[in-house]
């Protein structure tokens, strides 16, 4: 019989997309942390806290289809904030193939590490 949830699935990704911009402002503006490990920093501190309240909140860790619910609208929401963020690099200056090869990466840095902390550490049944 499966459990049901205290909070929707679309909750846990606003919180997660909105925490994104604070995150990143304190690794790169007060921390002077720059470039990929900011991202990786930002991306990890997400996800784990994605976790650590689906865990405290649910009282039981995400099952998989909800964990890949979670990542789909997470990365689906942040996509767009993205492909915003796009759109003012193409108005300023035509971004090199290289430039845009390094924005996808830091896009696609959010919603691996979700699903890494989501579903790593599952056991088959």
Not at 49 to 60: A, P
Not at 69 to 85: A, E, I, P
Not at 105 to 119: G, I, K
Request: net charge positive; glycine share 10%.
């Amino acid at each position: 019989m499966p459990s049901i949830r205290r909070y929707a699935l679309h909750r846990y990704a606003l919180g997660a997309i909105t925490a994104v911009l604070p995150l990143n402002l304190v690794a790169r503006g007060l921390l002077k942390i720059g470039g990929v490990p900011a991202t990786l920093l930002v991306a990890i501190l997400i996800a784990l806290g994605v976790r650590w309240l689906f865990i405290r909140l649910e009282g039981r860790r995400p099952q998989a289809i909800e964990a890949w619910v979670l990542v789909l609208l997470y990365g689906v929401g942040l996509g767009l904030l993205y492909l915003g963020l796009w759109a003012l690099m193409w108005l300023k200056d035509e971004p090199g193939q290289m430039g845009q090869l390094i924005f996808v990466l830091h896009y696609l840095s959010y919603p691996v590490t979700l699903a890494l902390a989501l579903l790593l550490g599952r056991r088959p049944r």
